[in-house]
């Protein structure tokens, strides 16, 4: 999968004065023109804080939002090309390796593209129905998409999906509720949901921050072990670098709608470059036995602007603590947006300090 100058703006409700006056209308800019490639069987992490844009873009290749502009490519499976065949469409093809543009293809025909592409939510509590049984939970999908002839057919499917996620027996859970499970079982259930129609491509959305820390490791094990076994392609959501390092292959940092670095996840977390890269790791817990109240000083100052009224420049300049060492650059950093430039191979940055050379 890649994405090329990805925007997701959201429109704000105008007031009648507003209207009479004839003001431009004013969007708030989750995603504002990001572009990266997720390779076949790695693992993408899109990182940054709460507001930063990860999770519109997670929904935007799952076609949850309407995007503003930008391409979403991805290779589907020859299933998938027959399918939309026998149902006289073509879909808008944009490379010799048949990837095909998600962004063009109109709602009623995104069904059937939804058996490759799934999304392991955050929310284990809320993204389960409470009325409904695991059973039905998970047979609802393969209702949905026409899969299995029969309720004993659909009955295997379940099976093996909760055996997938380590809920074995697989009788003893399929007759109970969410609310009587633990927190691990349901996200558990999450993830036999997105696994069971078979998909190549999913978006996890921060799947363990509301787990217990003693379950984590366990749910991210069970994730990397079904990639491999499943030859699964993840774009893993967090704002949690320590997670990020220890499940991908490649990390993005957002900031305010934009990727300001980008490469392999330990060049980027043992070399960071943008400075607020360097904020991010500054900020992350270090144990010391020794000195317990060991602190140190994160680069970074000020509030993160809204995503209404971006700042011109550099969007992170407000917030650097760069520019103080750096005064030659301000007024680079203050009236224009870094390109983004390949620092060393893989590692991508955008940043002056590396752009003006």
Known sequence: ???????????????????LMRAPPQYVKAVDGIS???????????????????????KSLLMLHDITSGIIGFKPS???????????????????YGHI??????????RPLRREIQMIWQDPYGSLNPRLTIFEILEEPLIIHKYGFTRSDRYDMIYRALELVKLTPPEDFMNRYPHMLSGGQRQRVVIARALILNPKFIVADEPVSMLDVSIRAEILELLLELKQKLN???LFITHDLAIARYIANRIAIMYLGKIVEMGETEKV??????????????????PDPSNRLRF?????????PSAVNIPPGCRFHPRCVALDEHPELKD??????????????????ACWLYARR
């Open 1 to 19: 999968m890649f994405v090329r100058d990805l925007k997701v703006w959201f429109p704000l409700r105008r007031g009648l004065t507003e209207i």
């Open 36 to 58: 990266f490639d997720i390779k076949q069987g790695e693992v993408f992490a899109l990182v940054g804080e709460s507001g930063c844009g990860k999770t519109t873009t997670g």
């Open 78 to 96: 020859s299933d998938l090309m027959d399918t939309y065949s026998k149902l006289g469409y073509q879909p808008e093809v944009l490379t010799e």
């Open 101 to 110: 543009n998600l962004a063009s293809i109109p709602r009623k025909f995104q």
């Open 332 to 349: 680079m950093c203050t009236r224009k947006e870094p390109p983004m430039v390949e620092v060393e191979p893989g590692h991508y940055v």
């Open 232 to 234: 699964l392609t993840y």
């Open 296 to 304: 140190r000083e994160v680069p970074i100052k000020g509030e993160v």
């Open 269 to 286: 977390i043992k070399n960071p470059l943008h400075p607020y890269t360097k904020a991010l790791i500054s900020a992350v817990p270090e």
